[in-house]
């Protein structure tokens, strides 16, 4: 496949963020702890509660100050309604 090909296929396609049924309208926000791997509740929106648990870890666990922020969003690719009949190629 040529470099314009594949160009011309992603123009033929929308990438937009997926608010489908039982999808949180919102990222989801984790922290997990790179020493031990244990990860907090999932917070969707706002990363706070996360935030909050990485400290209450630490100080449960003085020396597990090292982790990972883990934010998901739900995306899906739709044919483009404006391309016409490429876009159900």
């Known amino acids: 496949m040529r470099a314009a090909d594949s160009v011309a296929e992603a123009r033929a396609l929308v990438l937009a963020r997926d608010g489908g049924p039982g999808l949180p309208g919102e990222?989801?926000?984790q922290?997990?702890?790179r020493d031990c791997r244990k990860t907090s509740r999932a917070s969707e929106g706002d990363p706070l509660l996360a935030e909050v648990?990485?400290?209450k870890h630490t100080r449960l666990h003085p020396a597990h100050r090292a982790y990972c922020a883990v934010?998901?969003?739900f995306w899906r690719v739709d044919p483009d309604p404006g391309a016409g009949?490429?876009?159900g190629r």
């Open 27 to 29: 990222p989801v926000h």
């Open 31 to 33: 922290f997990q702890c």
């Open 53 to 55: 648990w990485a400290l």
């Open 71 to 73: 934010t998901t969003s």
């Open 85 to 87: 009949e490429e876009a």
